[in-house]
Every structure is written in structure tokens, then in C-alpha cells.
């Protein structure tokens, strides 16, 4: 099971990102994919959720309106498109599913500047 993620930058704030995650080893479809993120000198939090098949997602109360998580089966992808960011936003991000035992990616840096 490999997790890998991608888009991450350095953005001003009020700019957008979109952050990918592409799985393999495991039946992407099948599994809820999670986006978390830790910023310098706090824990990780959950940022937002996807169900398998996207039928049902959630967002911390930090990112609602300004964060959209989605997926493509046909990628083994789940994205993060990310608006209106603020330099709270900055750290960096990881996808994560439970095949088994949790799995983690190694992340990806974004950095919001003011």
C-alpha cells in the first residue's frame, strides 16, 4: 500500500492550491480517503473526509467553504482544492486511509504567506 501526495507550494494568502493523492496497492474505490495536516509546533488534525464512492464528505471547522475534497476511482486519486488560504493553513499535508492498519503518505509542504 503506497500513498503518495503532490501539490504543495508556497502560495500569498488568498491564493488556491489544489493537493493530490494517488494510492496503489490496495482497492482505492473501496476505502474512505482522509486529508490531514500538521502545522509547525501543533498535531496533526483532520482537515477533511471522503467516503468510498464520494457520497458523503467532511471538513474541519477551519477549512468549511474555503476547502473541497473529491475523488477519482479511475485515478486512485483524491484531491484537495484548497481556496482563500490563510497562513494558518500553512503545514504540511498528508493523506491517509486504513487498509488493514493505517497508511500515510509522506506529505506535502504548503506554505501560506501573508
Known amino acids: 500500500v503506497q500513498l503518495v501526495e503532490s501539490g504543495g507550494g508556497l502560495v500569498q494568502s488568498g491564493g488556491s492550491l489544489r493537493l493530490s493523492c494517488v494510492g496503489s496497492?490496495?482497492?482505492?474505490?473501496?476505502?474512505?480517503m482522509r486529508w490531514y495536516r500538521q502545522a509547525p509546533g501543533k498535531e496533526c488534525e483532520l482537515v477533511a473526509g471522503i467516503s468510498s464512492g464520494g457520497g458523503s464528505t467532511n471538513y474541519a471547522d477551519a477549512v468549511k467553504g474555503r476547502f473541497t475534497i473529491s475523488r477519482d476511482d479511475a485515478k486512485n486519486a483524491v484531491y484537495l482544492q484548497m481556496s482563500s488560504l490563510k497562513p494558518e493553513d500553512t503545514g504540511v499535508y498528508y493523506c491517509?486511509?486504513?487498509?488493514?492498519?493505517?497508511?500515510w503518505g509522506r506529505g506535502t509542504q504548503v506554505t501560506v504567506s501573508s
Open positions: 491517509r486511509t486504513i487498509v488493514i492498519r493505517e497508511r
Open positions: 496497492g490496495f482497492t482505492f474505490s473501496r476505502f474512505t
